[in-house]
């Protein structure tokens, strides 16, 4: 075991939940009603960079950007104005 896998393994603490991934699925659940009518993407790249939109819009949208409200419209908008110089 290497040094930076020891110090890793002394700081980790190990969890025993039962329903651990039911959060990551309630999570994306959203994500997946919006993909589901475009499930036919032509390559791989494409389907990346568009999933990759989407879940960037559903962490703006539940407000886990540093900067930006939850549910506060005109603060997403400003962030997404200042991201890509667009009016959202």
Same mark, same amino acid.
């Given at each position: 075991?290497?040094?930076?896998?020891?110090?890793?393994?002394?700081?980790?603490?190990?969890?025993?939940?039962?329903?651990?991934?039911?959060?990551?699925?309630?999570?994306?659940?959203?994500?997946?009603? #919006?993909? !589901?009518?475009?499930?036919?993407?032509?390559?791989?790249? /494409?389907?990346?960079?568009?999933?990759?939109? @989407? $879940? &960037?819009?559903?962490? #703006?949208? !539940?407000?886990?950007?540093?900067?930006?409200?939850?549910? /506060?419209?005109?603060?997403?908008?400003?962030? @997404? $104005? &200042?991201?890509?110089? #667009?009016?959202?």
């Amino acid at each position: 075991m290497t040094r930076t896998h020891e110090a890793l393994a002394a700081e980790t603490e190990l969890w025993q939940v039962k329903y651990l991934n039911n959060g990551v699925e309630q999570d994306h659940r959203n994500i997946k009603r #919006i993909t !589901k009518p475009m499930m036919g993407f032509k390559s791989f790249n /494409s389907a990346r960079i568009t999933l990759s939109g @989407i $879940e &960037a819009m559903n962490l #703006i949208r !539940k407000g886990q950007v540093k900067g930006v409200e939850q549910g /506060s419209i005109v603060s997403q908008a400003k962030f @997404i $104005e &200042a991201i890509f110089g #667009i009016a959202a």
